[in-house]
């Protein structure tokens, strides 16, 4: 499993390389997009991306890790120097990006506002309170049931692979 920080390094990348724009160095868009990624990996492989805890927060899961990640961690990611991430790694950041990654970053807490595994962490505690509970993974990966599986390198859910019968075409 990779470095929290390499995997964060990486999603900028992958968001800049994507959409040809600047990640305007956004620490709530980056937390949001990691708990997705967690998520992501949970529902498509069944297993974690990273070890580290979120923590319910006000605004959606906190990495507390990555708190002031671009003031005191952040270094561009090199993907000529850097072979520390899987492909595994790389495809779930990359599928992330696919899906979420044209949303601003209140859209993004928002969406995590939905998940169980956040409302659980936020329990007894009103909407102004910080909050620093623990969101279990087990938590996340209940959450993770409940997403539509997608393949950004074909562009469509994984489950519309199944309805497709025409012959694929050699080249």
Do not use: A, Q, T
């Given at each position: 499993?990779?470095?929290l920080k390499k995997l964060a390094q990486y999603m900028v990348y992958s968001y800049e390389i994507r959409s040809n724009s600047q990640f305007n160095n956004s620490e709530l868009k980056l937390q949001k997009l990691m708990y997705l990624a967690q998520r992501e990996s949970l529902a498509l492989t069944n297993e974690p991306l990273f070890d580290?805890?979120?923590e319910g927060w006000k605004y959606g899961p906190v990495l507390p890790q990555l708190r002031f990640f671009f003031e005191n961690d952040y270094a561009p990611?090199?993907?000529?120097?850097?072979k520390c991430l899987s492909d595994k790694e790389q495809y779930v950041i990359d599928?992330?990006?696919a899906q979420y990654g044209q949303f601003e970053a209140w859209a993004l807490a928002d969406l995590t506002h939905k998940e169980n595994s956040w409302l659980k962490s936020r329990n007894g505690l009103s909407d102004s309170?910080?909050?620093y509970s623990h969101i279990n993974v087990d938590d996340i990966r209940e959450d993770a049931k409940k997403v539509r599986l997608?393949?950004?390198e074909?562009?469509?859910?994984?489950?519309e692979f199944e309805d497709f019968d025409d012959e694929v075409l050699a080249l």
């Open positions: 499993m990779s470095d580290n805890d979120f990611f090199d993907p000529v120097k850097e599928n992330v990006i309170d910080h909050g997608y393949d950004h074909y562009d469509m859910y994984i489950d």
